[in-house]
């Protein structure tokens, strides 16, 4: 048997020039959904901004990114950037999360009238489209890139399903514009509300979190 030759991983490049002639295989997604959004925003917001993973990079359409429980919405939105865990040892090796963040967003139901045709970038179709999981890890401008080939595919999928970066075990929907009609996301009230309460409980003990007072 051939050997692999010791290295590391090349880095995943732009989308096969043939990826549109390639086979593209969905699956369906109809179970509820959530966002933990700004409360001075819309629960409903498909960004043109081009600054998040899944963004279109010519910005012609919108991007909605949503959790497919309300625990990863939480890691996912409130969870601080990587380089911020140097903060810990002042927590004694706990996350150190806002208070006024928290209070400052909400918990959204995402529902749909029709299931999302989604293409799944968390599992084995991944190898066919030339593909690997970096796709969800790698720099943005990549990933942007993957994911209008992905959109303008003759497939033309509703979303994609990826794996939560801030927690892999979690997963997540970037779903496009085109669907927009198909979504619905019903505020659930602010997150320091008493109905959240089990919700930040689990949220802290999950995360190894401690609620900080805001400066």
Same mark, same amino acid.
């Given at each position: 048997?051939?050997?692999?030759?010791?290295?590391?991983?090349? @880095?995943?490049?732009? @989308?096969?020039?043939?990826?549109?002639?390639?086979?593209?295989?969905?699956?369906?997604?109809?179970?509820?959904?959530?966002?933990?959004?700004?409360?001075?925003?819309?629960? +409903?917001?498909?960004? /043109?901004? /081009? +600054?998040?993973?899944?963004?279109?990079?010519?910005?012609?359409?919108?991007?909605?990114?949503?959790?497919?429980?309300?625990?990863?919405?939480?890691?996912?939105?409130?969870?601080?950037?990587?380089?911020?865990?140097?903060?810990?040892?002042?927590?004694?090796?706990?996350?150190?999360?806002?208070?006024?963040?928290?209070?400052?967003?909400?918990?959204? #139901?995402?529902?749909?009238?029709? @299931?999302?045709?989604?293409?799944?970038?968390?599992?084995?179709?991944? &190898?066919?489209?030339?593909?690997?999981?970096?796709? &969800?890890?790698?720099?943005?401008?990549?990933?942007?890139?993957?994911?209008?080939?992905?959109?303008?595919?003759? &497939?033309?999928?509703?979303?994609?399903?990826?794996?939560?970066?801030?927690?892999?075990?979690?997963? #997540?929907?970037?779903?496009?514009?085109?669907?927009?009609?198909?979504?619905?996301?019903?505020?659930?009230?602010?997150? #320091?509300? #008493?109905?959240?309460?089990?919700?930040?409980?689990?949220?802290?003990?999950?995360?190894?979190?401690?609620?900080?007072?805001? @400066?």
């Amino acid at each position: 048997m051939a050997q692999h030759r010791e290295g590391g991983p090349e @880095p995943l490049g732009p @989308p096969p020039e043939d990826l549109h002639e390639r086979s593209l295989r969905l699956s369906s997604y109809h179970d509820p959904a959530y966002r933990v959004y700004w409360l001075d925003e819309n629960p +409903k917001y498909f960004g /043109k901004e /081009k +600054k998040w993973r899944f963004d279109d990079p010519l910005g012609e359409y919108g991007v909605m990114y949503v959790s497919t429980s309300d625990l990863g919405a939480c890691a996912e939105t409130l969870l601080p950037r990587p380089g911020a865990v140097l903060l810990t040892a002042a927590y004694g090796g706990s996350i150190p999360v806002s208070a006024a963040n928290i209070v400052a967003h909400g918990l959204a #139901s995402v529902t749909l009238a029709n @299931p999302l045709q989604y293409f799944d970038l968390s599992g084995g179709a991944l &190898a066919a489209i030339g593909a690997d999981a970096s796709v &969800a890890t790698d720099p943005w401008r990549i990933s942007q890139l993957w994911s209008r080939a992905l959109f303008t595919h003759p &497939a033309q999928p509703d979303a994609l399903l990826y794996r939560s970066r801030r927690d892999p075990s979690r997963t #997540s929907l970037a779903i496009h514009e085109r669907a927009s009609l198909d979504v619905t996301a019903a505020p659930m009230g602010r997150l #320091s509300e #008493s109905q959240h309460r089990g919700l930040l409980a689990a949220f802290i003990r999950c995360y190894h979190v401690v609620i900080v007072p805001s @400066p």
